[in-house]
Structure formats: C-alpha cells, structure tokens
C-alpha cells in the first residue's frame, strides 16, 4: 500500500505538471488488487462484435453467448446471412438479445457496403482518432463500443473505454472535472495522464476501475473504508458515508 504521500501532496503535483499525479499510483494498486487478465488480442471486428454482445451483460454470459454465436456461425459473411431468430438464439442468456442480434447485422451489413470486406484489419493504417470516427459513424456503435475496439483489439491504439459503471470511481476519485460530460471522461483521463502510458496500461486501467466499481464504488453508498484508493480519494475524505447518486446511463 502506498502511504508515502498525502493526498493533497498528490494533488499539487497535479497542478505542478498539469497531470493527475495520483494516476500511476492509482493504476499500481489496481493492478495489486486485481492483476489484469493476461487475455490474447483478437481481430478489431471480432472485438467490435464481442463488446456489442457484452454491452448490460456478465462476464461469462457475454463470453458464452459469443462463443455459441462463432459455432452457429462461424464467418461473419454467416452472421450478416444468418435468419434473425436464429441469430438471437444463438445470444440467448445475454440482456436484448434480439436488438443486439439486429446492431450486429446491421454493422455487418454497413462494413461490407463501405469497405467490400468484412474486417476492420484495415484500420490500423488509419489515424486513432478517424479510425473512432469510423465506428462511431457504425450503427450502433458508440464512445465506449469505438474505444474498446481500439484498445482491446489487435490494433492496440492508446485510447480508454469509459462504461457507465467505470464513470463512477473515476468522477468520485476527482480525475475528471466536476461536471465533465461522459463523453469526454476518456478524454480527460488521457490528458492526465502520464506521458509513458501506453495502450496495455489503459487495458489495466479500465480492468482495474471494472473491479473497483464492482467490490467497493457501488451505485449509491461507496465502501470506501476497504477500498484500496481511499487515501487517494476526494469523495472518501468527505466521509464513506456520503451518498453520492449517478445516473445509470449517462450521456
Ligand atoms: S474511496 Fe470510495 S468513492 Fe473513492 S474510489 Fe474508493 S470506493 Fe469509490
């Protein structure tokens, strides 16, 4: 545990250089907590595919609904062709299956209208940022979707996927400015952050607020008295017992 500095130490460094001092610190103890998964890179469309089925969905139900959906169907040419219920079938135990089955479909179908293949291999020549703005311009396909497929993927671009409940921990932790929109919390963290970091960091980065968000910043009542950023933390210095409410979905 890191004790050295205090909070407020860290905070001047902040303002010194313009960065979030506390950043390497805070990803240091996330990875002691909760060592990231050592998972393979896949193909950015198989990500992109992956994140749609995983979206309000766990872990392993998402996984296992991605695995039967490359059995049924094991090429996307398969997946775009497939029969609708067949498609939702095959993602049955995950939240919206059928919507999901349809954004699925319908980003295959546009990916093959703009680019003939059906791939997204093809970015990694493109700039991080046109390379989000392609997907972003996909059906469906939002901030969170873009950036995980970038950073997730084979691609290994250095950008942050922001989720509803990773937002939490990082507004309450005070990475972000009070008030800053969801759309721009990725963006904020990345400015912050320490020149070095590169895409496997922000993996962890994310892994690691996933976790915290889970064990100890609930919705509601955080518990911050176990927490392993307490004395990194704004919203615990004001009191663990402070209810701070968000919005489940933001913007
Ligand atoms: S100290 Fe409390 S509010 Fe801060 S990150 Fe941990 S659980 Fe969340």
Same mark, same amino acid.
């Given at each position: ?28 103890r ?12 896949c ?17 392993? &139900?998402?996984? %296992? *609904?991605? !695995?039967r /959906? ?5 090429r996307?040419?398969?997946v775009?062709? $497939?029969? +609708? ?7 049955a ?33 493109? &700039?991080?940022? %046109? *390379?989000? !703005?392609? /997907? ?11 950036? $995980?497929? +970038? ?101």
């Amino acid at each position: 545990m890191f004790h050295l500095c205090s909070y407020n130490d860290f905070m001047q460094m902040s303002l010194t250089f313009a960065r979030d001092g506390r950043l390497p610190e805070i990803l240091k103890r996330l990875r002691a907590s909760w060592p990231p998964r050592g998972q393979g890179k896949c193909d950015p469309l198989s990500q992109l595919i992956f994140v749609i089925v995983a979206a309000r969905a766990p872990g392993a &139900s998402a996984l %296992a *609904a991605f !695995q039967r /959906l490359k059995r049924s169907f094991p090429r996307w040419h398969d997946v775009k062709l $497939a029969d +609708l219920d067949l498609l939702t079938r095959a993602l049955a135990g995950v939240e919206d299956a059928r919507e999901k089955a349809k954004t699925i479909q319908n980003i295959l179908r546009e990916i093959e209208k703009r680019h003939e293949y059906l791939e997204l291999d093809f970015l990694s020549d493109w &700039s991080t940022s %046109a *390379a989000r !703005q392609f /997907l972003e311009s996909l059906p469906g396909v939002g901030p969170t979707a873009s950036a $995980a497929t +970038l950073n997730f993927s084979t691609l290994q671009r250095t950008v942050l996927s922001v989720s509803d409940e990773t937002a939490r921990p990082v507004r309450r932790l005070g990475i972000v400015p009070e008030g800053a929109v969801r759309s721009s919390l990725d963006r904020h963290i990345i400015e912050r952050m320490p020149t070095e970091w590169q895409a496997h960091d922000l993996t962890a980065l994310h892994q690691g607020l996933e976790k915290l968000a889970r064990h100890f910043c609930h919705h509601g009542r955080p518990a911050c008295k176990g927490c392993p950023l307490s004395d990194l933390c704004p919203t615990a210095r004001r009191g663990a017992g402070d209810v701070v409410q968000f919005k489940r979905r933001e913007d």
